[in-house]
């Protein structure tokens, strides 16, 4: 399929996104529509970890640290000077936070970079470990982002974190931001920087011998996802409308690495289906916990049960498709036309055979 014919079908397939966000957010109720917050939340996060991860081959479970860093800075921006001294009661708020009052989409900018700027200074000498060792020094760095939020009351307000956050987030910002994070790292990896994102994945020591600088191209893979993660921490501070060091334990990374692994490594489509998979299942399975009957068996109220078949649908879907929903395959639009195509165009009879 020709390329402009592609931007073609890509243009229309935003403007029926642009009309099915306008119909979500004006026609669902609370609930649902809080779902698919959550979801388009969970494509940017478990998108930008992909990146990381699964184009770079670097196991890092930092992103729960970088989410933290992102959603108290914007909480922090977002809300009035006059709130911040009636919720601070531990200790007063730090200058200059105290003051300073700015617009959502700044706030949501100023969490992401910062979260970068941990990123490329936490970069410099982790990403000189590999495999567990590297992802064990991430976990330990969001560790020590929630325990410093745990004992920071000045700004974080300590144990009792930050309530009363406008609640800017909706779906225009959540699907937004979902699809700028998808549009800027496809564009990434399908240009010569992404190529050698790839090649350091395969084999290091072969990428290094071909000329591509290890440090600065691992350091700058971990930097961008890390400022996709803290603008998402943001997103899901001004959803919640409150946060605490509690939110962003390491189950949170557990949970976005599910995403990753549920999608596929290195597959951008299969992290997209895998956020909103993983989100309606874990909230449909809820009522599974209040107990149900099946024909005469009653079950009775199982907490956690909820969690424990998720989990066993996780291990059975591991165990046929190793790879993923998607593998490594990614969305273009001539697979998804061929598709069509073979779905109603009859075959025809061979010559000799019954018609």
Known sequence: MKRQNAKVFTILALIVLFILVYLAQNKLDPYKIRILNLGA???????????????????????AGFMAIGAYVTALLVLPPYYKEIIFILEPLAWPFTVIHAPF???????????????????????RLKGDYLGIATLGFAEIIRVIANNLPHITNGALGIKGI??????????????????IIKGLVNSSYGRALMAIRENEIAAEV???????????????????AGVAGGLFACLLTTIDPKAFM??????????????????????????????????????????????????????????????????????????????GIEFSWQAFFQFINKLFTKKKPTEGSPS
């Open 41 to 63: 939340i969970y494509v940017t996060l478990g998108v930008s970890l992909n990146l990381i991860y699964g184009f770079t081959g670097q196991f890092s479970l930092g992103h």
């Open 105 to 127: 989409l700044i706030a949501l900018l100023c969490g992401g970079l910062l979260a970068a700027l941990a990123a490329f200074l936490i970069g410099l000498p982790v990403l």
């Open 166 to 183: 406008p609640e800017f987030t909706n779906l225009w910002w959540t699907v937004g931001v979902a699809v700028v994070t998808i549009y």
């Open 210 to 228: 071909i000329g591509i600088n290890l440090t600065y191209h691992k350091v700058m893979s971990f930097t961008i996802s890390a400022f996709f």
């Open 250 to 327: 390491f189950v949170m990374t557990y949970n976005i690495l599910i995403v990753v692994v549920l999608g596929g490594l290195g597959s951008i489509t299969g992290t997209v289906i895998a956020a909103f998979l993983y989100n309606f299942l874990l909230e449909y399975l809820r009522p599974i916990e209040a107990g149900f009957q099946i024909g005469p068996i009653v079950f009775p109220a199982i907490p956690g049960l909820r969690m424990v078949t998720f989990s066993v649908l996780l291990l059975v879907l591991i165990i046929y498709k190793q790879r993923g929903l998607m593998g």
